[in-house]
C-alpha cells in the first residue's frame, strides 16, 4: 500500500480543484467497479453492487486537501492570500507551496510587526514566487496552490502533507481491491470540498440514499509532548468514533464497528474528538436523515504539511472496513 | 434602466419584510415571464421558458432584502431600543436618517455631543445595545403603539443619480435584482430561466435554500451588489474589487467555491466581446450560491456582482458602466451556455 | 396529568443529545393514547400522528426538543474520569455537581474540583478549563476501568423540586418544558375536534445543532410548524430586551424567522382564549428547531412559542408551570381553530392573481 499511499499524498487536488487527484483515483477503481460516475460538484462515486440482501451503504472518504489561494499580487510582484480550509499561519511561515501550473512559491511574513512574538495574522503572510513585479508575475488571483512535504517513511510511520483524507482515500481503494464477497450495494465516495464545508458528501449522499453511511478519515491523538488529552494513540489500531464536533455517531454504526472489530481480532480506539469534523456529519443529515458513522487513522500533526500516520493503523482501518462491507 | 434601480433602491425590505421590494418587482417582471408565483417564505420564483434548444435549468438568483433594524423594546421617555438584521458596523449608525415601520416614520440614530464628552471617551465605540433610534415620541406608550417590538427600520436614503455614478442604500442587492429585471426583460434564451428573487439572505441565506430546492436547477448564477474597498490605503493589499473595472466574479468565498467552467465562460465572453472584468478577493463575504451549490445533489454556481462602495451603510455608491456592463456580460454568456459549460472532466 | 409531576418525570429521564433512548421509552408511553400512530425517524426523533377530521389532511407540525445537554467520557487516568461535553454544557456550574455515569452500571459520581485552600489567587479566579475537568465515581482505577469505556455519557443528577408560587427547577427543563407543553396539548385535543394532522415530535439532538428537526421536517414534509423552545427569563444581571419575566405567560416570536401572520393566528386565538403572552423580535436566528424547519425542501410558514426559563443550560433551570400549561392551552385552541385553507390566508399579499386585488 506504500506506493498508493505515496501517489496519492504527493497529487495536487486543494478543495474546489480536485480534477488531479479525482484521474489518478479513478484510473485505480476503474477496472474494479461496477458504476462509476461524477456527480454535479465533482465527487467520484464508485459503485460496487452486492451479491443482494443487503443495505446500500455510503463510504466516504475525501479527496481535497487544504490549501491557500491568491487574493493579490502586490506592484512588487508578491503574492498575498487566503486559506482553502483549515490552514493556520503557524504553519505557513517558511512553507513551500505549489501550483496547479507547477510554479514553486516560499511563505514568509511582514518585517514590521508591532508585536513580532506573536503569531500573525493571515494578512500578514504572503508569497514569493521569484516575481520582480505584477506584470511578470507568474501567478493570478484565484490560483490555488498546496503545501509541499515529500513522503517519508520512519519505521511503521508513513510521514507527507495531505494525508488528511488520501490515506482515507487509500483505504477506501485498498478496501475494494480485496473486496471478495459482500451482500450490500456499496457506494464508495471520493469527496469533494470536504475541507471547507464537508459539501460534496452532503450532496453526494442526497444522490445515493443510503441506509448507513460510514466516512473514513483521519482524527486527533493524546501522545505529543503537552498536548490536550485525548485517548488515541499511533499505533494502538484505527479508532470507533463517539462523537466529534460536527457529529454524534449513531450508537448502532458504533456498535455494529465495535463488533466487527472484535470478531475480526482488529485492535480499535475509541474516539472523542474535540476540534473537528468528518464528511459523516454531513451525510448524517441528507434528507430523512442517515445512520452514520465512522473510522478514523490516528493521525499526529493535522492540518501541518507533515501528517504523521502509522501504516499498522491504515492496515487495520482496511480490515476492519471489509469485516463491516462482508458481514450481513 | 436607472429608473428600476432607483425605485428598488429606495423600497424598504429589511430582510423578512420584503413585501415593499415584491410589490415593484413583481408589475415589472409579470409580462416577460410565463409563470410566476411567491413561495411560503416570499420568494418570487418566476419561469422565462427558453427556445428549447437546449435542455437546461438554469436559476439566476438576486436578493431582495437589505441588512436595518428591528425594535425590540421601548426605554422610559419614548426612545426604541434596537437590534441589527443582518451584519451592520454600529460605527456607522451615529448620525444616521432611519425609516421606522410601515408607514415610514422617521427616526435618527444620535449619541452623546462631543462638547459633553469627557476625556477617552471619544475613542469609544458605541455597540447597537447602547444605541437608541429617537422618532420624536414623547412617552413609552406612545413610542410602543407607534413603533411596536418587531418593527422594522431601514435607513432612509434618497437615491442620487450623477454623471457616472450613482448613490443610494440597499445595493446590495437591489443592484443585483435590477440586473436580473433587465435580463429577464430581454430575450429568450436557449435554455429555461428560473429567476428567484430571494429573502433574508442577509440573516443566512435562507430564501436561496428553498428556493433552489424547489427549481431543482443545473447551474446557478447570483447576482450581487458587492464590496468595492478601493480607497487609497498605506499599505498595497487588495481592493476586493474597484470601481470602473467592471463586474467581478466570485471565484471563492466564505459560503462556496465557484465552479470553473461557469467562471471560464464568463471570462471566455468578456474576452472575446471586450467587457472589463475583475476577480473579486477570493474568501471575502458569502452570497446565496453557498446555499444554492448544496441544494440536493449539488448546484454548479457562481456569482457575478456590480461593485459598490460602501455597501451595509447608508449610502453605497456605483457606477454605471459597471452596472450596465454586468447585465451585458451576463446575457452574452448566458447565450453561451450550454451542458458542456458544467462537465468535470 | 397534573403539570408539575408530568414536568418531573420528563425532567429527571435522561436523554442527552443522540441517545435520547430512555426519555423516548418515557415520551412515548406519555403519548401512547393520546395519538394515533408512532414512529422512531432516523435520528432518534420521535414522531406521533394525531389525525385531523379533514380529508384533505394538510399537516403541522410541532416540535420540541427531547434531548439534554451533558457530558462523556473521553479517557480515564488514575481512576478519574476525563470528560467533554454533550451540546453546551456550562462548566462553570460543573464543579461540585452530582452526576450519574451511565456505564457498564449507573455510577454516582461527583464533579470533582480543587479545595480553595490549595489553589492560588489565580487559580480562582476564572472557571475550570475542560482539561483539568474530572468525574470522581469514588472507585478504585481497576474497577472503574472494567465499568467505563470511552464514549459512556454522564447525565446530571438533579431532583426536580417545585417552589413557591408553582415555579419548578430542575436540569433538562431545556427543553422538556416543551415536550410537557406539546402534552398537554394533546391532552386537551383528545377532547376537542380538530380538522389538520398534527405530527407531534420529540426531536432528537437538537442541542448539538438542530439535527433531529432537520431530518424530521424533510420526512414529514409539513406545510406549517411550530415549535416550542424555553427563552431566558429575567432574573438580577439579565434583564436586557430578550429576556422575559417568569408567569407572565409564553412568549410568541416575530421576526425573519417566523410568518408573520402564523405569528398574528396565535395572538387572536391567546387574546380570544385570554391567555397572556408576550412579542417576542428575534432579528435573526432564534436558536430553536424553528430555524431548520422553515429552510426544509420548499419552505416552511414557522412559529415559536416560547417558556421563560431562568438559568438556561444550568442543573437549576427554573420556570413557572402556569406558563407551560398556558403554552399547552394556545396550541390546543390554535389547533382546533385551524381552518383547512387556512394556508392560503398565509399567501404574501402580493400574490400573482390579478383577481385577488
Request: glycine share 10%.
Amino acid at each position: 500500500m506504500r506506493e498508493l499511499i505515496r501517489k496519492l499524498v504527493e497529487t495536487y487536488g486543494p478543495s474546489g480543484a480536485e480534477e488531479n487527484i479525482r484521474a489518478v483515483i479513478r484510473a485505480e477503481v476503474t477496472s474494479l467497479a461496477d458504476e462509476v460516475r461524477v456527480d454535479p460538484l465533482g465527487s467520484l462515486i464508485v459503485r460496487k453492487q452486492g451479491s443482494g440482501g443487503g443495505k446500500r451503504i455510503a463510504v466516504a472518504a475525501h479527496m481535497d486537501e487544504i490549501g491557500i489561494m491568491v487574493t493579490y499580487v502586490d506592484e512588487k510582484g508578491f503574492a498575498r492570500f487566503t486559506r482553502i480550509g483549515g490552514v493556520f499561519p503557524l504553519t505557513c511561515v517558511g512553507a513551500r507551496v505549489l501550483f496547479a501550473s507547477g510554479v514553486t512559491g516560499v511563505i514568509s511574513v511582514e518585517g514590521k510587526r508591532d508585536d513580532p512574538g506573536r503569531v500573525p495574522g493571515f494578512e500578514q503572510l504572503y508569497i514569493d514566487v521569484g516575481a520582480s513585479s505584477r506584470d511578470d508575475c507568474p501567478v493570478r488571483v484565484g490560483d490555488a496552490a498546496v503545501f509541499i512535504q515529500p513522503f517519508a517513511v520512519q519505521g511503521t510511520r508513513l510521514i507527507a502533507k495531505a494525508m488528511d483524507d488520501r490515506i482515507g482515500c487509500a483505504v477506501l481503494i485498498e478496501t475494494l481491491r480485496r473486496l471478495k464477497h459482500t451482500p450490500h450495494d456499496v457506494h464508495f465516495v471520493f469527496s469533494v470540498q470536504e475541507e471547507v464545508g464537508l459539501r460534496g458528501a452532503y450532496t453526494s449522499a442526497y444522490g445515493i440514499e443510503p441506509d448507513m453511511a460510514i466516512a473514513v478519515d483521519v482524527t486527533r491523538t493524546g501522545d505529543t509532548p503537552e498536548c490536550y488529552p485525548m485517548a488515541v494513540e499511533l499505533g494502538k489500531g484505527p479508532a470507533i468514533k463517539v462523537q466529534d464536533t460536527g457529529m454524534i455517531s449513531h450508537p448502532a454504526v458504533r456498535e455494529l464497528l465495535v463488533q466487527r472489530a472484535e470478531a475480526g481480532h482488529i485492535p480499535y480506539q475509541l474516539e472523542v474528538l474535540e476540534g473537528g469534523s468528518t464528511d459523516a456529519a454531513a451525510m448524517q443529515l441528507t434528507r430523512a436523515g442517515v445512520p452514520a458513522g465512522c473510522i478514523s487513522i490516528p493521525c499526529r500533526y493535522v492540518h501541518s504539511p507533515s501528517e504523521m500516520v502509522d501504516e499498522r493503523d491504515v492496515e487495520n482501518g482496511v480490515r476492519l472496513l471489509l469485516e463491516v462491507l462482508q458481514a450481513n | 434602466m436607472t429608473m428600476i434601480l432607483k425605485e428598488l433602491s429606495e423600497a424598504t425590505g429589511v430582510s423578512g419584510d420584503e413585501e415593499s421590494v415584491r410589490a415593484i418587482l413583481l408589475p415589472a417582471i409579470r409580462e416577460h415571464v410565463d409563470e410566476v408565483k411567491v413561495d411560503a417564505l416570499g420568494n418570487i420564483l418566476a419561469l422565462k421558458r427558453g427556445t428549447g434548444k437546449e435542455g437546461l435549468r438554469v436559476m439566476l438568483a438576486a436578493h431582495m432584502d437589505e441588512v436595518g433594524m428591528m425594535v425590540v423594546s421601548h426605554d422610559g421617555d419614548g426612545f426604541l431600543r434596537v437590534r441589527a438584521v443582518g451584519g451592520i458596523d454600529p460605527r456607522l449608525l451615529p448620525g444616521a436618517a432611519l425609516q421606522v415601520g410601515p408607514d415610514h416614520l422617521p427616526g435618527v440614530i444620535g449619541i452623546k455631543p462631543i462638547h459633553l464628552l469627557k476625556r477617552g471617551e471619544e475613542q469609544q465605540v458605541p455597540s447597537i445595545e447602547d444605541l437608541v433610534v429617537d422618532i420624536g415620541a414623547a412617552s413609552k406608550e406612545e413610542a410602543t403603539k407607534l413603533a411596536p417590538p418587531g418593527t422594522y427600520i431601514a435607513f432612509a436614503t434618497r437615491f442620487r443619480e450623477g454623471s457616472v455614478t450613482v448613490s443610494g442604500k440597499a445595493f446590495d442587492d437591489r443592484a443585483g435584482c435590477a440586473v436580473l429585471v433587465e435580463i429577464i426583460r430581454g430575450e429568450r434564451f436557449p435554455f429555461d430561466l428560473h429567476a428567484a428573487f430571494t429573502v433574508q439572505e442577509e440573516v443566512g441565506l435562507r430564501g436561496a435554500r428553498v428556493a433552489a430546492y424547489a427549481i431543482a436547477p443545473n447551474c446557478a448564477f447570483v447576482l450581487e451588489g458587492t464590496v468595492a474597498d478601493d480607497l487609497p490605503k498605506d499599505k498595497d493589499s487588495s481592493p476586493t474589487t474597484r470601481l470602473w473595472h467592471g463586474p467581478a466574479i466570485t471565484l471563492m468565498d466564505n459560503t462556496f467555491i465557484a465552479h470553473r467552467g461557469l467562471v471560464r465562460l464568463l471570462t471566455d465572453t468578456a474576452e472575446a466581446l471586450s467587457i472589463p472584468y475583475q476577480f473579486k478577493q477570493p474568501g471575502i463575504g458569502g452570497t446565496d450560491a453557498g446555499a444554492i451549490h448544496t441544494s440536493r445533489e449539488g448546484v454548479p454556481s457562481v456569482t457575478v456582482a456590480v461593485p459598490c462602495r460602501y455597501i451595509h451603510s447608508p449610502v453605497s455608491l456605483l457606477s454605471l458602466d459597471d452596472f450596465n456592463n454586468t447585465i451585458t456580460l451576463m446575457r452574452e454568456a448566458l447565450a453561451r451556455l450550454t451542458s458542456n459549460t458544467l462537465r468535470s472532466d | 396529568m397534573e403539570t408539575i409531576s408530568l414536568l418531573k418525570q420528563l425532567t429527571e429521564a435522561v436523554g442527552i443529545a443522540g441517545r435520547e433512548a430512555p426519555v423516548r421509552a418515557l415520551i412515548t408511553q406519555l403519548w401512547q393514547p393520546l395519538v394515533d400512530e408512532m414512529r422512531e425517524d432516523k435520528l432518534g426523533s420521535l414522531i406521533a400522528l394525531k389525525k385531523g377530521t379533514d380529508t384533505s389532511a394538510p399537516k403541522l407540525m410541532l416540535a420540541a426538543h427531547m434531548d439534554e445537554i451533558g457530558l462523556v467520557v473521553t479517557g480515564i487516568e488514575e481512576g478519574f474520569i476525563r470528560i467533554a461535553r454533550v451540546g453546551g454544557t456550562d462548566r462553570r456550574v460543573l464543579p461540585g455537581l452530582e452526576v450519574t455515569v451511565h456505564g457498564r452500571e449507573e455510577l454516582p459520581g461527583i464533579v470533582a474540583s480543587r479545595p480553595p485552600h490549595v489553589l492560588s489567587e489565580e487559580e480562582r479566579k476564572s472557571p475550570v478549563p475542560w482539561d483539568e475537568l474530572f468525574v470522581d465515581v469514588g472507585l478504585p482505577a481497576a474497577q472503574v476501568e472494567a465499568l467505563v469505556s470511552i464514549g459512556d455519557l454522564i447525565s446530571v443528577r438533579r431532583e426536580t423540586v417545585e417552589l413557591k408560587n408553582r415555579r419548578v427547577a430542575g436540569k433538562a427543563m431545556d427543553d422538556r418544558a416543551g415536550v410537557a407543553a406539546i402534552t398537554l396539548a394533546l391532552e386537551h385535543l383528545s377532547h376537542m375536534r380538530h380538522g389538520w394532522d398534527v405530527f407531534a415530535v420529540a426531536t432528537a439532538q437538537e442541542e448539538t445543532g438542530l439535527k433531529g428537526a432537520i431530518t424530521a421536517a424533510y420526512g414529514i414534509a409539513p406545510d406549517l410548524a411550530i415549535a416550542l423552545d424555553v427563552t431566558f427569563g429575567k432574573h438580577p444581571g439579565v434583564s436586557e430586551p430578550g429576556v422575559w419575566p417568569l408567569g407572565e405567560g409564553p412568549t410568541i416570536g416575530i421576526g425573519p424567522n417566523f410568518h408573520p401572520r402564523l405569528a398574528a393566528r396565535l395572538r387572536e386565538v391567546a387574546e380570544a382564549h385570554e391567555i397572556p403572552y408576550k412579542l417576542d423580535p428575534l432579528p435573526g436566528a432564534s436558536g430553536t428547531d424553528a430555524w431548520a424547519i422553515q429552510v426544509s425542501r420548499e419552505g416552511v410558514p414557522t412559529a415559536l412559542i416560547g417558556i421563560p426559563l431562568r438559568y438556561m443550560h444550568q442543573p437549576v433551570e427554573m420556570l413557572a408551570a402556569q406558563d407551560v400549561e398556558r403554552a399547552g392551552r394556545l396550541l390546543a385552541f390554535f389547533i382546533a381553530g385551524l381552518e383547512t385553507d387556512f394556508l392560503e390566508r398565509l399567501a404574501w399579499e402580493t400574490s400573482t392573481d390579478e383577481s385577488e386585488r
